[in-house]
């Protein structure tokens, strides 16, 4: 069973510039999140998607946004980047009717903006 | 609302000898407990979970962890640090609401001297 796939793996944008990041969930599973991993920061929870609609949302500003698809991925948008926006976004996806909230990871985007 | 306290954001051990990361959590009712390994550039990987069905749970790569709940603590421990053990942990915690996301604490980088 194939895991949790993020693309592109690297991404080198500059200051102003949009940034598109992809993210496949686990087959069967419906909800999909995004996690920020800026150095020194910790997991910072970003975005949450179950069945197409935006469940829940972390502390940040609107130019961060996403959505998911019918088949369950989703992408993150990052509009006017700014040079802290540097990091690792980690998609995660969780089982439908999984009450514990587990998550499962994949390996991340890292976005360097210059 | 829940929160994660992991105590030191690094531990130093060399290797052969006890592993013990801590972790303290928040929440207004029993909860479902994690904790995640990171190895450098990769996404998490869930080393064990509780969820009630026993205070001490063992995980991959001979990690366990014990809930105490008189503690608040769900402490994770390995009896012997291996050198490809030195990696990022994260404890977290589940919601318990249906419409949040785990919450994770910032982390402890274990570094293992050999």
């Known amino acids: 069973e194939a895991g949790v796939t993020q693309s592109p793996t690297h991404l080198i944008k500059t200051r102003g510039q949009q940034a598109t990041l992809r993210c496949s969930p686990i087959?069967?599973?419906?909800?999909v999140y995004w996690y920020q991993q800026a150095l020194g920061l910790g997991l910072q929870f970003l975005l949450w998607?179950?069945?197409?609609?935006?469940?829940n949302r972390g502390n940040f500003p609107p130019r961060f946004s996403g959505r998911q698809f019918p088949n369950y991925s989703s992408e993150l948008n990052v509009n006017a980047l700014e040079l802290e926006d540097s990091a690792l976004y980690l998609c995660a996806s969780s089982k439908y009717g999984d009450i514990t909230g587990e998550l499962f990871f994949g390996e991340g985007s890292r976005l360097t903006v210059l | 609302a829940q929160s994660v306290t992991q105590l030191g954001s690094h531990v130093s051990v060399s290797e052969g000898a006890l592993v013990l990361l801590r972790c303290n959590y928040s929440?207004?009712?029993?909860?479902?407990l994690f904790w995640y390994v990171q190895y450098p550039n990769q996404g998490l990987q869930l080393l064990l979970k509780?969820?009630?069905?026993?205070?001490l749970v063992k995980g991959i790569n001979g990690f366990e962890a014990e809930f105490k709940k008189s503690e608040t603590s769900f402490h994770l421990t390995k009896p012997s640090a291996h050198m490809s053990d030195a990696a990022e942990y994260f404890c977290a915690v589940s919601p318990y609401s249906g419409y949040s996301t785990l919450t994770f604490g910032k982390g402890t980088m274990l570094l293992v001297s050999p």
């Open positions: 998607y179950d069945e197409g609609e935006e469940r």
């Open positions: 929440s207004s009712v029993p909860p479902y």
């Open positions: 509780y969820t009630s069905a026993a205070t």
């Open positions: 087959s069967g599973h419906t909800s």
